[in-house]
Nanobody, 130 residues
């Protein structure tokens, strides 16, 4: 049973930083991607960033490029999202999700990517406010 746990959310002032962690366990996949998504009430869940465990390739939404950095620790099966220069519009519940891949395949961005992820965490709330 795959288990995904997010941590690191909280309240931060505009311009501040947070680091989210996503710990995944209970699987023996060799090839997969882990992504961070976020959602605010009344809006579709959106992809923020994701990383391929096989080759470390990454994706960032335009809204977070230059401010967020995704990284992985394969030994710990943990993915991190370093969020800097946070803005009030970054306020959301952040979810971590895993997608099993075939060797050499890539996760391809689409606005509906979240529908194709295989496993999800319960989310962690990030609030950016003064």
């Amino acid at each position: 049973q795959v288990h995904i746990v997010e941590s690191g959310g909280g309240l931060v002032q505009p311009g501040g930083s947070l680091r989210l962690s996503c710990a995944a366990s209970g699987f023996t996949l060799d090839y997969y991607a882990i992504g961070w998504f976020r959602q605010v009430p009344g809006k579709e869940r959106e992809a923020v960033s994701y990383i391929s465990i096989e080759d470390g390739s990454t994706y960032y939404a335009d809204s977070v490029k230059g401010r967020f950095t995704i990284s992985r620790d394969n030994a710990k099966n943990t993915v991190y999202l370093q969020m800097n220069s946070l803005k009030p519009e970054d306020t959301a519940v952040y979810y971590c999700a895993l997608k099993s891949l075939l060797q050499g395949s890539k996760l391809v961005y689409s606005p509906y990517l979240h529908y194709g992820m295989d496993y999800w965490g319960k989310g962690t709330l990030v609030t950016v406010s003064s």
